[in-house]
């Protein structure tokens, strides 16, 4: 059975080559626009990981983590950011959160499916 992950992104464009690289590797891909609306899609179902931007309208990354981690059927699902953002500072900040790994755009979509690939739980 593939694995699901949940891509959090205000940018469609992003939310679009990340769904292409994660779907070629054999994922199924979930799409939020942002914190709120991918609290909302957390809903019971199975999410093996989740890639989250940071900076997005209505909640921002570092806060959607915060709010997943508080969720008991998501308190161990891995989360990546993937963000613009490489200050050490908002990385500490992300990881405190709850955050495993931090890749900052642009990226390679086989360095982001290798850090997938380490994270995903079987």
Known sequence: MAKSVLV?????SVRQVVGIALKSAGYDVIEASDGKDALGKLNGQKV????????????????FVKEVKKL?????????????ESQE??????????????????FQPAQMLAAVSKLILP
């Open 8 to 12: 959090v992104d205000d940018s469609s």
């Open 48 to 63: 093996h990981l989740i890639i989250s931007d940071v900076n997005m309208p209505n909640m921002d990354g570092i806060t």
């Open 72 to 84: 008991a059927n998501y308190k161990f699902t891995p989360i990546i950011m993937l963000t613009t």
């Open 89 to 106: 500072s908002k990385k500490a900040e992300g990881q405190a959160a709850g955050a495993k790994a931090w890749v900052v755009k642009p």
